[in-house]
């Protein structure tokens, strides 16, 4: 490949870099919200997601004009077909941290609390999210599978705070906040699931493979 090339890949490479430590950044913020209720915090975030919008869009289209004019192969065309992928699976991250923190506003307003459970889930998404982002950066795959692997727990933990919100609707508990509640599980779930995502692309940037729809831990 040509060298002008080269420096536009190196150079999308860390443009993708820096997106998907904004989006990660935006995920840690909302786990920082909830712990602090936080409510300016929250705010913030909020209204980092159009800068979040505009980088997704600026790396598809410089993804998609070095396909089209360098026709790359082999590592290089699977760097940008993973960096393609990945960028929209960030962005959804950065839309479920601002949705986190909207619903978040809404129980703090209410005086409502978060249950311990909750925040355990958001603990573990979000060293998901590290972990995911490392593995990226070293083309590590023991690492991206681990992710894979913490999904099962991540699923357990939505499948409690679920049970959580029933019991407190079956109680005296506030009906908005625990609705609530319910939607932040569900949104942290869906950061889990794009998660595994964007595992699934970095292990085919390093091997080559594609692991979609397959075991990544082994055998069941």
């Known amino acids: 490949m040509s060298q002008q090339f080269e420096q536009e890949l190196a150079h999308l490479r860390r443009e993708f870099t820096a997106h998907a430590a904004a989006c990660f950044e935006a995920l840690e913020r909302a786990h ?3 712990r602090d209720r936080d409510v300016e915090l929250c705010k913030r975030v909020i209204e980092g997601d159009d800068r979040v919008d505009e ?4 790396i598809e289209a410089a993804c998609v004009r070095l396909m089209m004019l360098f026709h790359p192969v082999a590592h290089d ?3 940008l077909v ?5 960028n929209d699976d960030l962005e959804r991250v950065a839309d479920h941290a601002s949705n986190i923190c909207w619903l978040a506003t809404r ?3 209410r005086g409502g609390t ?4 909750l925040m355990e889930l958001s603990a573990r998404v979000v060293g998901g999210s590290r972990t995911v982002l490392q593995a990226f950066l070293d083309s590590d795959v023991d ?9 099962v727990a991540v699923d357990a933990l939505d499948r409690t705070v679920r049970h959580e919100v029933h019991d407190l609707l079956a109680g005296d508990g506030e009906v908005g906040s625990a609705l609530h509640v319910f939607r932040i599980s569900r949104e942290l779930e869906r950061v889990g699931d794009h998660l595994a995502n964007m595992v699934e692309e970095t292990i085919y940037l390093i091997t080559g493979e594609i692991v979609r729809h397959h075991a990544l831990a082994g055998p069941a």
């Open 32 to 34: 920082e919200a909830l």
């Open 55 to 58: 980088a997704e869009i600026r």
């Open 77 to 79: 065309m699977r760097l």
């Open 82 to 86: 993973t960096i393609l992928k990945m």
């Open 107 to 109: 129980i703090i307003q």
């Open 114 to 117: 978060f249950p311990p459970h």
């Open 143 to 151: 690492r991206a599978r681990s992710v894979m692997r913490g999904d």
